[in-house]
């Protein structure tokens, strides 16, 4: 099997973040996705070693912001591959927050959705989390960046704990 087929779906470039308490998560994904449009339902697939699983899994909501195709190497590699539970991945950047309460940052963001889970599901090395929108905002123009721009323009790297990453055989 030629599992590098995969390669050919696209999907774009996520920041999935939440508050629970004081304990903030955020990190990147690739696997962001609207699913129904009443109710209006997106879902996000989180790796169950991200610290921002289990603040997303004790939050019961999460802000998704859609990375614009303008955002670089340094805004992905800020909160792609640091981990929330040892660094602070809004320290010096503008942050906001959304209705529900979770934090984001409309810097390098096409948009942004505030989100109440309703439904998850173990999917082995993952969690999938099926969040109804309660908010959403366009935050700029540029168009959102794509995994697919993130490999071949800005010649970045899929991690070990991303969705897609295959191992080699």
């Known amino acids: 099997m030629d599992a590098t087929a995969l390669f050919k779906f696209h999907s774009g470039l996520y920041v999935v973040s939440a508050q629970a308490g004081d304990d ?3 990190c990147i994904i690739n696997t962001g996705l609207q699913l129904t449009s009443d109710p209006l339902q997106v879902m996000v697939a989180v790796n169950k070693q991200n610290h921002t ?12 912001t859609a990375v614009a195709e303008s955002a670089n ?5 800020r909160f792609g591959f640091r981990t929330s539970k040892d660094y602070d991945k809004f320290d010096g950047i503008k942050c906001a927050t959304t209705i529900l309460g979770d934090p984001y940052t ?3 963001a096409a948009c942004v959705l505030a989100c109440d ?5 173990d999917v082995g090395t993952h969690t999938v989390f099926v969040g109804e929108v309660k908010d959403a905002a366009n935050l700029d123009d540029d168009p959102v960046m794509t995994y697919s721009y ?3 323009v800005l010649k970045g790297k899929t991690p070990p704990k991303a969705s897609s990453f295959i191992g080699e055989a």
């Open 24 to 26: 903030i998560g955020a």
């Open 53 to 64: 699983e289990s603040v997303i899994a004790k939050a019961g909501h999460f802000a998704l």
């Open 73 to 77: 190497m340094l805004y992905i590699g």
């Open 106 to 108: 409309p810097e390098n």
């Open 117 to 121: 889970v309703v439904k998850t599901l």
């Open 150 to 152: 993130y490999h071949s």
